[in-house]
């Protein structure tokens, strides 16, 4: 049963939304996000302002347009915003990120970190953080162009990761290369283990597709790795090929953003992976293993059709959880009050 008001232990905290994709909370607590058609806010005080506006190629049914957003981890002193979005370039349908600077409650001074990745109706990957190492980490999507995911003079279907300026960082796998992982079809999530640093990954399977069912993955991402796309999906017996933490097999998650919490507030899920997941519309809580946390312990979804199709989930400064849905894509069924920012503090279970 699909809520628009509060829910066991949750409690909606901005409403009425434009398919957000991206949520980030700056140093002072201000909760910076993005809506799918174009514009940038930023909720403060129970007030959402408008930080931009850009135009974007944005269509209802596709999944291009205004998509990832990460602040400096300098932020408090370069005030500096990243945004991954798809706009047309001489004609061409490509993405970008660029780096904006926010003054007087605007968005200015954009500047171009990368371009050239490739864009389409689909699979635009688009989610982008700052690492521990405080690398800009970036996954894009091979555009239904199944190719791109293996071929390494392409941005398409892989992870990147460049420096807060967009120059190569001299340890990446491949030399004046901005790519760390290849092989990915469709990457909407990356985050890494709060113990053990380790990065992690959420990547849409072909369900549909040639007859293929499923198989969603998350990975663990080593640098230099192949995924696997398109030449394998789920498991693989060649060693070429690194296979998945875990596969859905027949089922579809459809996973998006994901986190882990390492807070205190909500015990049961200390040291857990949460993947928000759009067909699936749950959050997914995996455990996992010590010491290494490389093997699963369990793995349960929450607020299973509660919310509808789930985007994006974070860990705010007050060690509640955010969860944005996506119910107006055009792919979901939404209520009064659709698109919303929900806050979660205390688990259902």
Same mark, same amino acid.
């Given at each position: #049963? &699909?809520?628009?008001?509060?829910?066991?232990? $949750?409690?909606?905290?901005?409403?009425?939304?434009?398919?957000?994709?991206? #949520?980030?909370?700056?140093?002072?607590?201000?909760?910076?996000?993005?809506? =799918?058609?174009?514009?940038?806010?930023?909720?403060?005080?129970?007030?959402?302002?408008?930080?931009? !506006?850009?135009?974007? !190629?944005? &269509?209802?049914?596709? !999944?291009?347009? #205004?998509?990832?957003?990460?602040?400096?981890?300098?932020? %408090?002193?370069?005030?500096?915003?990243?945004?991954?979005?798809?706009?047309?370039?001489?004609?061409?349908?490509?993405?970008?990120?660029? =780096?904006? *600077?926010? +003054?007087?409650?605007?968005?200015?001074?954009?500047?171009?970190?990368?371009?050239?990745?490739?864009?389409? =109706?689909?699979?635009?990957?688009?989610?982008?953080?700052?690492?521990?190492?405080?690398?800009?980490?970036? $996954?894009?999507?091979? $555009?239904?162009?199944?190719?791109? %995911? +293996?071929?390494?003079?392409?941005?398409?279907?892989? @992870?990147?990761?460049?420096?807060?300026? /967009?120059?190569?960082? +001299?340890?990446?796998?491949?030399?004046?290369?901005?790519?760390?992982?290849?092989?990915?079809?469709?990457?909407?999530? @990356? %985050?890494?283990?709060?113990? *053990?640093? $380790?990065?992690?990954?959420?990547?849409?399977?072909?369900?549909?597709?040639?007859?293929?069912? %499923?198989?969603?993955?998350?990975?663990?991402?080593?640098?230099?790795?192949?995924?696997?796309?398109?030449?394998?999906?789920?498991?693989?017996?060649?060693?070429?090929?690194?296979?998945?933490?875990?596969? *859905?097999?027949?089922?579809?998650?459809?996973?998006?953003?994901? *986190?882990?919490?390492?807070?205190?507030?909500?015990?049961?899920?200390?040291?857990?992976?949460?993947?928000?997941?759009?067909?699936?519309?749950?959050?997914?809580?995996?455990?996992?293993?010590?010491?290494?946390?490389?093997?699963?312990?369990?793995?349960?979804?929450?607020?299973?059709?509660?919310?509808?199709?789930? &985007?994006?989930?974070? #860990?705010?400064?007050?060690?509640?959880?955010?969860?944005?849905?996506?119910?107006?894509? /055009?792919?979901?069924?939404?209520?009064?009050?659709?698109?919303?920012?929900?806050?979660?503090?205390?688990?259902?279970?």
């Amino acid at each position: #049963m &699909r809520y628009s008001s509060n829910h066991s232990g $949750t409690e909606i905290v901005a409403k009425n939304l434009d398919i957000p994709w991206a #949520m980030e909370f700056s140093p002072d607590r201000r909760l910076f996000f993005t809506e =799918r058609e174009g514009k940038v806010k930023v909720l403060s005080n129970n007030k959402i302002t408008t930080l931009l !506006e850009l135009k974007v !190629e944005a &269509r209802k049914n596709d !999944e291009g347009g #205004m998509l990832g957003l990460a602040l400096s981890p300098k932020f %408090a002193v370069d005030s500096h915003v990243y945004l991954y979005y798809t706009s047309k370039q001489n004609g061409n349908v490509l993405n970008k990120v660029s =780096r904006f *600077t926010e +003054q007087d409650s605007e968005l200015v001074d954009e500047v171009v970190i990368i371009n050239n990745i490739p864009g389409g =109706r689909v699979h635009n990957g688009g989610r982008i953080k700052f690492g521990p190492d405080g690398k800009l980490f970036i $996954t894009t999507g091979e $555009t239904w162009k199944r190719d791109l %995911a +293996q071929d390494l003079s392409r941005l398409g279907g892989k @992870i990147l990761r460049i420096n807060e300026d /967009g120059t190569i960082p +001299q340890d990446n796998p491949w030399r004046n290369s901005p790519i760390y992982c290849y092989g990915n079809r469709n990457s909407q999530g @990356i %985050a890494w283990h709060p113990v *053990t640093n $380790t990065l992690f990954a959420s990547e849409h399977g072909p369900s549909g597709e040639n007859g293929w069912r %499923a198989h969603d993955e998350i990975n663990i991402i080593k640098p230099g790795g192949n995924y696997g796309w398109p030449e394998v999906i789920g498991d693989s017996d060649n060693p070429k090929f690194i296979d998945p933490l875990i596969h *859905t097999g027949d089922d579809t998650w459809a996973p998006s953003g994901i *986190t882990f919490y390492s807070g205190n507030r909500i015990e049961e899920w200390k040291n857990s992976l949460l993947v928000a997941n759009l067909r699936g519309r749950h959050l997914r809580i995996i455990n996992l293993r010590e010491p290494d946390f490389s093997n699963i312990k369990s793995s349960y979804p929450v607020y299973t059709d509660v919310f509808g199709r789930l &985007r994006d989930v974070i #860990m705010g400064p007050d060690e509640f959880v955010y969860i944005c849905t996506s119910n107006k894509d /055009g792919r979901g069924e939404p209520i009064a009050e659709d698109d919303v920012i929900v806050r979660v503090k205390s688990s259902p279970n």
